[in-house]
């Protein structure tokens, strides 16, 4: 191996797992069992548990290489790009010390919708599309009817967005630009 001080540090994607919790019988938690690699988002009971503790915590990581587990306070608020973090400041693990930097798959819990709707401008019909971040349909459609009128605007179809990228730009059914 070469030298690692002058390599750039690796870039790691730690997918949203769940993870297996050990729990007595009113539900509190016992102990969890990390993913390597891998994040968990921590459900509303067990962050009121810790709130209750005085512990902020929203989320758990685990490092890659020993699972030694992070923890993610409830105000961390990274930019996001596509649901998932940018890039975040490098993780140096306290147990093993391997270091990376890190993104947070699936960070954004909403789903990405695309809206396309029509508008008639000069006598010409216009198709449009919007993206925008929602929990379920028809919060995407208040979304939607929040920022237009239905007057001056006709809403073909909001659905959400299966894969980011296009396969096809003439493929209406999957509705991605
Ligand atoms: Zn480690």
Redesign the pocket.
Known sequence: MTSAATQSVELVEFPCEEWVAMRTPEGELVSINPVAGTWTLLGGEDRQRFHAKGLNIKAMFA??????IGLIPEGFNPPVELGDTKELPELH??????GCRVILKEWDKRKLYCAVYETFENNELKTHKQYLHALNDPEAKKYFWAQHTPFRVRLVAIAPVIGFFAKSEKDDRNLVV
């Open positions: 490092c890659p290489r020993c699972k030694q693990c306290r147990q093993c010390k391997f």
